[in-house]
């Protein structure tokens, strides 16, 4: 099944479908900055051939990476952002500390939903009082955003569904992107199933819905010890999240039960089976697996238990239970 659809919300619209992609010159005008990755500009090389600069963003952290795009004198009057949560996240850091009005266009080619949300870190050397920007345009393309290798894939969609999972959860939610949240999951739920082909469309709009949820709802316990992990023990993002959310799942259903049967009831099994099956596809049944050396755990869990965030998963995990999933998430999936 293929979805095809032009979104208004508010100060930004959202263009879905396939060949969509095609468009973004004639949305955006040329002379934009693009920012991308070698994956990313090759593959779409149009892109590249309308724009008044291409910039590949390195691996590294977003708040370091666009401290030093700061100091690029960026031409034209917007970025367009070509690429994963980081290249947007990027993107939307350096628009946030720039004095001028840079809007930014993002075209992912993963199913991060970053391109969906106003969170992301500030910019090295951000002036004070640094706002967050979220992309007024959105043209997401499946057969873009859901390009990836199987294993990469995979590992996108377990931390597009954790968005799903845990956007239901917290105590900010409310009711249209709840349902939007449980509706992304059926569909990357349906977009990766057991035993054959992914369905790039579904995993594309499930990705997009989980984002929206996410960026309305926002998160706790789950993404807090998966970002901890990218930022103190060098896990790679989508990898951090498909190994923690089998883990996260349970105790997220030991704080909030009744949310956690609707997110079942929508997936049609139980959440713990799909994010396991998730995670053994990324090659993630394991934080071992996915590189993260034990001796870090601990620290890791004293950094996340500062987070503000843990307390939108009520009650707010302590350092001792987060060590103790973090220790869970180490043994291997059976």
């Keep these: 099944m293929e979805f095809d659809f032009s979104w208004r919300d508010g100060e930004r619209?959202?263009?879905?479908g396939r060949g969509a992609i095609i468009e973004v010159p004639?949305?955006?005008?040329?002379?934009?900055?693009?920012?991308?990755?070698?994956?990313?500009r090759e593959a779409f090389p149009g892109l590249a051939a309308a724009a008044a600069c291409v910039v590949d963003v390195p691996a590294g952290l977003v708040d370091e990476i666009a401290g030093d795009l700061l100091a690029m004198e960026l031409p034209g009057d917007r970025i367009v952002a070509l690429g994963g949560g980081r290249v947007i996240d990027t993107a939307?850091?350096?628009?946030a500390a720039l004095p001028r009005d840079l809007p930014v266009a993002a075209v992912?080619?993963?199913?991060?939903?970053?391109?969906?949300?106003?969170v992301h870190r500030q910019a090295r050397g951000a002036p004070?009082?640094?706002?967050t920007v979220r992309p007024r345009l959105v043209v997401n393309d499946p057969a873009v955003s859901a390009s990836q290798p199987l294993p990469d894939l995979a590992a996108s969609a377990a931390?597009?569904?954790?968005?799903?999972?845990?956007?239901?959860?917290?105590?900010?939610a409310?009711?249209?992107?709840?349902l939007a949240a449980l509706r992304g999951a059926r569909l990357l739920a349906e977009g990766l199933p057991a035993g054959r082909s992914p369905d790039p469309d579904r995993l594309a709009l499930g990705a997009l819905m989980s984002g929206y949820a996410i960026d309305a709802n926002w998160y706790g316990i789950h993404h807090v010890m998966s970002q901890t992990l990218v930022r103190l023990a060098g896990a790679a993002h989508g990898p951090a999240n498909a190994a923690m959310l089998p883990v996260t799942v349970a105790a997220l259903r030991e704080r909030r039960p009744e949310q956690m049967a609707a997110v079942d009831e929508a997936l049609g099994e139980p959440a713990e089976a799909v994010a396991g099956r998730f995670a053994l596809l990324a090659g993630a049944?394991?934080?071992g697996a996915i590189g993260v050396d034990e001796d870090r755990l601990e620290a890791c869990a004293q950094a996340a238990a500062q987070r503000p965030e843990l307390a939108l998963t009520p009650p707010p995990a302590g350092a001792d239970e987060l060590l103790g999933l973090y220790r869970q998430a180490w043994a291997p999936l059976s």
Excluded at 27 to 33: F, R
Excluded at 92 to 95: D, Q, W, Y
Excluded at 128 to 131: D, I, N, Y
């Design 13 to 16: 619209t959202i263009r879905f």
């Design 26 to 40: 004639r949305l955006v005008g040329e002379g934009y900055a693009l920012l991308t990755t070698p994956r990313a």
């Design 92 to 95: 939307k850091a350096v628009s």
């Design 108 to 118: 992912p080619t993963t199913l991060s939903a970053a391109e969906m949300t106003w």
């Design 128 to 131: 004070e009082g640094s706002g």
């Design 159 to 172: 931390n597009a569904l954790a968005h799903a999972i845990e956007g239901a959860c917290t105590s900010l």
């Design 174 to 178: 409310t009711p249209v992107p709840t």
């Design 285 to 287: 049944g394991s934080l």
